[in-house]
């Protein structure tokens, strides 16, 4: 089915929006049109086998048997409906279409029950009803052909994700948070499992597969797609979680279709509900919102941290709480397979991410100290930038992460940057933001470069080396030392030493305050160059003054603090025998891990600060991943001459229009 069909379908059944006009809101037309095409699509699908269902039920009928397990091998699918109604009968009897349609949703199996609930569907029946449209919305959809023969499933998810996108846009949320485009997820799938491709094809092969953030299944069913591609013998289970009801309700429906396991798909959120507890993933993959903050499930993430530690999901930090990118990611690592000692099990993941978790947060924030776990865990294989404008809902640079703990031996200890940022081609038409695609032989170009990654990073003659390079785990990490110098004063009495004086709280409170006053004032404009001049001088004018000189050191800190000036010529201030560091002029610098700081110290800093020196207690280690850096080309500007030379050219150009207007 070509793209063009999927677009007749959806307007078809987006044309219901005509009937809903005046009576709902553009943004609840979507409330209406997807629970209907659900309605409708699980009806195509069991329409070859309804006679069966009708007679296996007649046969149980009045026997003290459960027969759902019976009624689901005789509708061939894992759900059914045992009533005798259809739209279309529902359709032609206006009167009683609310009624109808109520005992026609109420004959389906409870799983297929409970996702047109999550649409509130009760709701709309009723709502229609009132309006008089009920009759008119459901003979609409009667005429929509849905059936699996001329709709497939895999065409089927377009449909739906047109139809949300088009919700999407009309109530004003975000289509992305819903699906990612079909050939992005193409080349996600083809990326996690390409290494595992003579393993798939064993006899016997079952896969586990989770999208912790699933929308409405389209990564879940592309690895099924993928994985009996290779090896239409195997076994894939694939499993999800979503937070959107109606996104939930699609991707529940889809699996009921393809014989898939419904129960497989948990409602809720991943973080504080998780729906696949203490289970463990063959592949992972997802595509979480982008800069999604987490505050409703703040406790619960927090709480876990704290109690169990690295025994939880989040133990190696928390993010800021403006992005939760990184805790779908440790939530994901802390379902993979263990590795057994025959090198056997483990798992391979995939993520995308804006460029945010590749450096946000300095050494010792949370973000850093998920990035050093990752990395000293070995467990990052690799990161793919993407085109801008790729997605939907943004148009900012993209970012696969993928992570596998069973690294093979001549990628271990190493992670593959590659930029495709390249690979794309222009949409004919733009979707939102979404502007350029990836086209077959971008997918292929980009699987077969990330394969061979090692070998072209190693071959300069390769016409894409340029695109890939190969770093160690301990390239990406830093040491974060605080560069301290001395805090040096001079000290003098000016307008503005008495105005501070007059301000300082500690010297206030002093009973001879007033004292101390009159007697600095005497030695208006004078100054000191060391510590020891200055006490003795004050402490003299004090004393001809009539007064006492305070001691404490709470008073010499708050005199100095005073009338001290900084002064690169004056005297360094010691505490207990050392220079005191002065907080204006403390710097940090990033040193690459492995380097010795004193060394570097010595070689950067002392040529231009020679006494200079490193705070070693607070040294922090951090990793952060500057993509772009390591790929940036220096571009020369144009020369002067060039740009001279094109500026006239213009002017001529300009006086030649501008004379051709004058006659």
Same mark, same amino acid.
């Given at each position: 089915?070509?793209?063009?069909?999927?677009?007749?379908?959806?307007?078809?059944?987006?044309?219901?929006?005509?009937?809903?006009?005046?009576?709902?809101?553009?943004?609840?037309?979507?409330?209406?049109?997807?629970?209907?095409?659900?309605?409708?699509?699980?009806?195509?699908?069991?329409?070859?086998?309804?006679?069966?269902?009708?007679?296996?039920?007649?046969?149980?009928?009045?026997?003290?048997?459960?027969?759902?397990?019976?009624?689901?091998?005789?509708?061939?699918?894992?759900?059914?409906? !045992?009533?005798?109604?259809?739209?279309?009968?529902?359709?032609?009897?206006?009167?009683?279409?609310?009624?109808?349609?109520?005992?026609?949703?109420?004959?389906?199996?409870?799983?297929?029950?409970?996702?047109?609930?999550?649409?509130?569907?009760?709701?709309?029946?009723?709502?229609?009803?009132?309006?008089?449209?009920?009759?008119?919305?459901?003979?609409?959809?009667?005429?929509?052909?849905?059936?699996?023969?001329?709709?497939?499933?895999?065409?089927?998810?377009?449909?739906?994700?047109?139809?949300?996108?088009?919700?999407?846009?009309?109530?004003?949320?975000?289509?992305?948070?819903?699906?990612?485009?079909?050939?992005?997820?193409?080349?996600?799938?083809?990326?996690?499992?390409?290494?595992?491709?003579?393993?798939?094809?064993?006899?016997?092969?079952?896969?586990?597969?989770?999208?912790?953030?699933?929308?409405?299944?389209?990564?879940?069913?592309?690895?099924?797609?993928?994985? !009996?591609?290779?090896?239409?013998?195997?076994?894939?289970?694939?499993?999800?979680? +979503?937070?959107?009801?109606?996104?939930?309700?699609?991707?529940?429906?889809?699996?009921?279709?393809?014989?898939?396991?419904?129960?497989?798909?948990?409602?809720?959120?991943?973080?504080?509900?998780?729906?696949?507890?203490?289970?463990?993933?063959?592949?992972?993959?997802?595509?979480?919102?982008?800069?999604?903050?987490?505050?409703?499930?703040?406790?619960?993430?927090?709480?876990?941290?704290?109690?169990?530690?690295?025994?939880?999901?989040?133990?190696?930090?928390?993010?800021?709480?403006?992005?939760?990118?990184?805790?779908?990611?440790?939530?994901?690592?802390?379902?993979?397979?263990?590795?057994?000692?025959?090198?056997?099990?483990?798992?391979?993941?995939?993520?995308?991410?804006?460029?945010?978790?590749?450096? !946000?947060?300095?050494?010792?924030?949370?973000?850093?100290?998920?990035?050093?776990?990752?990395?000293?865990?070995?467990?990052?294989?690799?990161?793919?930038?993407?085109?801008?404008?790729?997605?939907?809902?943004?148009?900012?640079?993209?970012?696969?992460?993928?992570?596998?703990?069973?690294?093979?031996?001549?990628?271990?200890?190493?992670?593959?940057?590659?930029?495709?940022?390249?690979?794309?081609?222009?949409?004919?038409?733009?979707?939102?933001?979404?502007?350029? +695609?990836?086209?077959?032989?971008?997918?292929?170009?980009?699987?077969?470069?990330?394969?061979?990654?090692?070998?072209?990073?190693?071959?300069?003659?390769?016409?894409?080396?340029?695109?890939?390079?190969?770093?160690?785990?301990?390239?990406?990490?830093?040491?974060?030392?605080?560069?301290?110098?001395?805090?040096?004063?001079?000290?003098?009495?000016?307008?503005?030493?008495?105005?501070?004086?007059?301000?300082?709280?500690?010297?206030?409170?002093?009973?001879?305050?007033?004292?101390?006053?009159?007697?600095?004032?005497?030695?208006?404009?004078?100054?000191?160059?060391?510590?020891?001049?200055?006490?003795?001088?004050?402490?003299?004018?004090?004393?001809?003054?009539?007064?006492?000189?305070?001691?404490?050191?709470?008073?010499?800190?708050?005199?100095?603090?005073?009338?001290?000036?900084?002064?690169?010529?004056?005297?360094?201030?010691?505490?207990?025998?050392?220079?005191?560091?002065?907080?204006?002029?403390?710097?940090?610098?990033?040193?690459?891990?492995?380097?010795?700081?004193?060394?570097?110290?010595?070689?950067?800093?002392?040529?231009?600060?020679?006494?200079?020196?490193?705070?070693?207690?607070?040294?922090?280690?951090?990793?952060?991943?500057?993509?772009?850096?390591?790929?940036?080309?220096?571009?020369?500007?144009?020369?002067?001459?060039?740009?001279?030379?094109?500026?006239?050219?213009? +002017? !001529?150009?300009?006086?030649?229009?501008?004379?051709?207007?004058?006659?």
């Amino acid at each position: 089915m070509n793209s063009s069909k999927h677009t007749e379908l959806a307007n078809h059944a987006w044309s219901v929006a005509d009937l809903l006009r005046g009576d709902y809101k553009q943004s609840d037309y979507g409330k209406v049109i997807l629970p209907f095409t659900v309605l409708r699509r699980l009806e195509c699908v069991l329409e070859p086998t309804r006679e069966k269902v009708t007679e296996t039920l007649a046969k149980f009928e009045g026997q003290d048997i459960v027969a759902d397990k019976f009624l689901r091998k005789a509708s061939g699918h894992a759900f059914y409906n !045992t009533s005798t109604l259809t739209l279309k009968k529902i359709a032609a009897d206006p009167q009683n279409a609310a009624k109808n349609l109520a005992v026609y949703v109420g004959a389906f199996s409870d799983n297929a029950r409970g996702v047109l609930d999550r649409f509130e569907f009760a709701q709309q029946i009723k709502r229609l009803d009132g309006a008089g449209l009920l009759y008119q919305v459901i003979g609409k959809f009667t005429d929509l052909d849905l059936r699996p023969e001329v709709v497939p499933n895999h065409n089927m998810g377009y449909i739906f994700e047109e139809l949300i996108r088009r919700f999407s846009e009309q109530s004003n949320e975000t289509a992305g948070e819903h699906f990612t485009p079909r050939e992005v997820i193409q080349l996600m799938v083809r990326l996690l499992v390409a290494p595992d491709g003579d393993a798939l094809q064993l006899p016997g092969a079952v896969r586990t597969v989770l999208d912790p953030a699933c929308g409405t299944g389209g990564m879940l069913s592309a690895m099924d797609d993928l994985i !009996t591609e290779l090896n239409p013998d195997a076994t894939v289970e694939v499993y999800g979680q +979503e937070l959107n009801p109606e996104s939930w309700a699609i991707c529940r429906s889809d699996l009921m279709i393809k014989g898939q396991d419904p129960e497989n798909i948990a409602f809720g959120n991943s973080f504080s509900d998780d729906g696949h507890a203490r289970k463990t993933f063959d592949y992972m993959l997802a595509n979480p919102p982008f800069g999604v903050e987490w505050k409703k499930v703040k406790d619960e993430v927090e709480a876990e941290h704290k109690q169990l530690g690295e025994a939880g999901r989040f133990g190696a930090g928390l993010p800021r709480i403006n992005d939760g990118s990184l805790l779908f990611l440790q939530h994901m690592i802390s379902k993979m397979k263990p590795v057994d000692v025959d090198g056997g099990g483990g798992s391979r993941l995939a993520i995308v991410f804006n460029g945010s978790p590749l450096f !946000t947060g300095a050494a010792g924030s949370g973000e850093s100290e998920i990035r050093r776990w990752i990395l000293e865990n070995d467990w990052l294989e690799g990161i793919v930038a993407l085109p801008d404008q790729l997605f939907y809902n943004t148009g900012i640079s993209t970012y696969f992460w993928i992570l596998t703990n069973r690294k093979s031996p001549d990628h271990k200890g190493k992670v593959v940057l590659l930029d495709a940022r390249d690979q794309w081609q222009k949409m004919r038409k733009s979707l939102g933001d979404k502007r350029k +695609e990836l086209g077959k032989d971008h997918i292929a170009t980009v699987v077969k470069l990330y394969g061979e990654a090692l070998a072209v990073a190693g071959d300069a003659e390769h016409p894409l080396h340029g695109k890939v390079k190969v770093f160690w785990n301990e390239d990406f990490g830093y040491q974060r030392i605080t560069v301290e110098r001395p805090l040096k004063l001079r000290f003098e009495i000016t307008e503005e030493t008495l105005a501070a004086l007059e301000a300082s709280k500690v010297i206030q409170k002093l009973p001879q305050a007033a004292v101390l006053a009159e007697a600095f004032k005497s030695l208006m404009g004078t100054s000191w160059g060391t510590r020891q001049e200055a006490w003795l001088a004050l402490k003299d004018a004090v004393v001809q003054a009539g007064g006492t000189w305070p001691t404490g050191a709470p008073f010499n800190k708050a005199l100095r603090d005073v009338i001290g000036v900084r002064d690169p010529e004056g005297e360094v201030q010691l505490v207990k025998g050392q220079p005191e560091p002065d907080a204006e002029l403390r710097d940090y610098e990033n040193v690459p891990l492995g380097e010795d700081v004193e060394e570097y110290l010595a070689r950067e800093v002392h040529p231009h600060v020679p006494d200079a020196w490193i705070d070693h207690s607070k040294t922090k280690v951090g990793y952060e991943i500057p993509f772009t850096r390591h790929f940036y080309v220096y571009e020369p500007p144009r020369p002067l001459a060039e740009i001279d030379a094109e500026l006239k050219a213009l +002017e !001529t150009e300009i006086q030649a229009l501008l004379g051709e207007v004058a006659q």
